[in-house]
């Protein structure tokens, strides 16, 4: 190569909060440049170090995002324990403990009072906090939901998977899921300001997660099987003659 060149290091910075980041040659034994025609060596004539200006690391953040593998096909009235949404977080400059999540569940379609059963929040496939009852609501605003406690770490480039699971039974009373009026249901793990429920480890203070406005899990159709009764065609009206031992009286598509 003929001029001058511009040398660029690129590189992901997941951790380091509050430090200090700077590359920088040292000495001419960091730089080797071979002469492209007669594949000799050449020196650099540079005054070393050469370096970039240095960079702080920002305190510790954290995003939620709905994972690509969460629930999208129908889940079955009345089943228990069925995968309502699956969320992956993220922390990024150091490591950051969330100390508690708000779910909520949203059916806009109705305003027929609605609790789904035994809901609990899942963390990389082991349970945190208790399980209870989530009432819906047609919309959630910041910092509303019922809250969970779940005390989990996030290490930058290790994220976790946060799930939440719950029976499919309407458990107000009225039982809106199995007499049809409710049809669908949506998770949403409910974020936004004044929040302050994760640390991080090294900055210390409190951040909102999540930080962004609330994360919707997919729409879910809830659904049931049908079951059909018949007569067997092939099995006629029968004449008895008595006494008669495990006798066939019938016979039916189920």
Excluded: C, H, W
Excluded at 117 to 131: A, K, L
Excluded at 188 to 211: C, E
């Amino acid at each position: 190569l003929s001029g001058s060149r511009t040398l660029k290091v690129t590189a992901d910075v997941i951790g380091g909060s509050g430090r200090t980041l700077q590359m920088s040659l040292r000495g001419a034994y960091d730089a080797s440049f071979t002469d492209s025609q007669y594949a000799v060596s050449l020196p650099s004539t540079a005054t070393f170090p050469v370096g970039s200006v240095s960079a702080t690391v920002n305190a510790g953040t954290m995003t939620i995002a709905k994972a690509t593998d969460s629930q999208a096909s129908n889940v079955t009235l009345g089943a228990s324990d069925v995968s309502l949404g699956k969320f992956t977080v993220n922390a990024y400059g150091e490591r950051i403990k969330v100390e508690t999540l708000k779910v909520g569940m949203i059916n806009a379609s109705t305003t027929a009072a609605l609790t789904i059963r035994n809901v609990r929040v899942m963390v990389n496939g082991g349970q945190v906090g208790s399980t209870t009852d989530v009432p819906y609501g047609t919309s959630f605003a910041a910092n509303t939901g019922t809250s969970f406690t779940t005390n989990f770490y996030v290490t930058p480039g290790t994220p976790a998977t946060v799930e939440i699971r719950g029976d499919m039974v309407d458990s107000n009373g009225t039982d809106s899921i199995a007499n049809g009026q409710i049809v669908a249901i949506q998770t949403v793990l409910v974020g936004g300001a004044l929040r302050a429920n994760a640390i991080p480890q090294v900055s210390l203070g409190t951040i909102n997660v999540p930080s962004q406005d609330n994360v919707l899990g997919n729409n879910l159709t809830i659904a049931s099987g049908s079951m059909a009764l018949t007569k067997q065609s092939n099995y006629g009206a029968q004449t008895i003659v008595v006494p008669q031992t495990a006798y066939k009286l019938a016979s039916f598509n189920l």
